[in-house]
């Protein structure tokens, strides 16, 4: 039976900010953009949390609801340094680690450097190094599986440890709700919850044709999740299987012209990173933010993979069009590249044509599926 880890630093950015600057302790503090040129949250301390403070969110709207905020400015250098400390850590016991993101990742301790065959009794002092270490504070989830585990961590946040043995998976699965599940979004949720699948319980309860129809190709794996079975492995070094970038403008875009040309901006940014890293893309996907705060994203994909700048722009500037940006102000634009492949034999891809055939993806940026 595997021991799997899953550790998530708490609030790490806000965090750091909180640890460095003492005065900010016990104090609500969002990490982000100036509330004057319409930033966004990047981290919210729990102190801002509790006002309803929370990530993705206008920092405008986030000092209305919590006027005391303390609004700092991010420094990612200053995390990065932070993270390392943290995975080194985790490197030294164990080198089967998948890094999540700066503050996240999943290890799997059935053997590890410290011979300690309790998962638990590794949690426990993985917490307590990376305090010592940092002054920061993680939680941990610890199950048989990297879907239990992640689930685990955020239990009992912050600080918090939550185990799930083998014995206790059922238990435990009877507690959740559909929307736990990878894959599950909201949109998918409320088709699951009119359909009256309310719990994972339920889920398991439904007709594999009723599942198939709402949930389509993912349905198999969304029932596996739904009995605790994941059986994916720990990827240490895990290669990117998307790369995007987006932008929060200052002030409103609006007319599709001035949209295209932050787009091509953008995608030229995106195909110089393949380049660079000798990789490929199936998918082109755009996120549009409007004025109100509404989200959509659109994608497209194509058997035949591609990271020529030109394809992209074009393919980009058509998904704008399958918006409503040409009738709504615009505060947010953004170009993904999704279905990431290493380079292979040029004559087993047709990469320089632009007019690639694309077919409808759901959303990949998992906004809204």
């Known amino acids: 039976m595997r021991r799997i880890l899953h550790v998530d630093m708490d609030a790490f950015y806000a965090s750091v900010e909180q640890r460095d600057t003492p005065a900010f302790c016990g104090k609500p503090v969002a990490v982000g953009g100036s509330p004057d040129r319409r930033g966004v949250v990047a981290a919210a301390s729990y102190e801002a949390r509790a006002s309803g403070v929370r990530s993705a969110m206008s920092m405008a709207q986030a000092v209305r609801l919590c006027p005391q905020l303390i609004v700092v400015p991010s420094n ?12 080194d850590l985790f490197r030294s016991v164990t080198p089967l680690v998948e890094t999540i993101s700066l503050d996240e990742a999943y290890l799997d301790v059935t053997k590890n450097t410290w011979n300690e065959p309790v ?38 946040k912050p600080d918090g440890l939550t185990v799930v043995p083998p014995e206790r998976v059922e238990d435990f699965l009877r507690q959740l709700s559909v929307d736990v599940l990878w894959g599950v979004g909201p949109v998918t949720a409320r088709k699951l919850r ?64 001035v949209m295209d040309i932050k787009l091509d901006d953008m995608a030229r940014k995106v195909a110089d990173w393949l380049v660079r890293k000798n990789r490929f893309a199936h998918t082109v996907a755009i996120k549009v933010r409007y004025g109100d705060y509404t989200t959509v994203t659109r994608s497209l994909s194509s ?42 034999q040029e004559d087993e891809l047709s990469v320089m044509s632009p007019m690639l055939p694309f077919r409808d993806r759901e959303s990949i940026w998992n906004e809204d599926e």
Not at 131 to 147: C, D, E, I, R, W
């Open 76 to 87: 990612f250098s200053k995390y990065r340094k932070v993270s390392k400390v943290i995975f």
């Open 194 to 257: 009119a359909k009256g699948i309310e719990k994972l319980l339920d889920v398991r309860r439904t007709s594999p044709e009723l599942l198939q129809q709402i949930l389509g190709n993912r349905a198999r794996r969304i029932l596996q999740l739904a009995n605790g079975v994941d059986e994916q492995a720990i990827v240490p070094n895990r290669q990117a299987k998307s790369t995007s970038t987006e932008r929060t403008y200052a002030e409103y875009l609006e007319g599709l012209e």
């Open 119 to 156: 998962a638990t009794n590794v949690a426990r002092r993985l917490k307590r190094r990376i305090f010592k270490l940092t002054g920061l504070t993680a939680s941990a989830g610890v199950a048989p599986n990297k879907f239990l585990a992640k689930i685990a961590s955020n239990w009992k």
């Open 303 to 344: 058997q035949k993979p591609i990271r020529n700048a030109q394809a992209i722009i074009e393919n980009a500037r058509g998904l704008l069009r399958r918006t409503e940006a040409d009738k709504r102000p615009v505060r947010l634009l953004g170009i993904g590249l999704h279905g990431l492949i290493d380079a292979v």
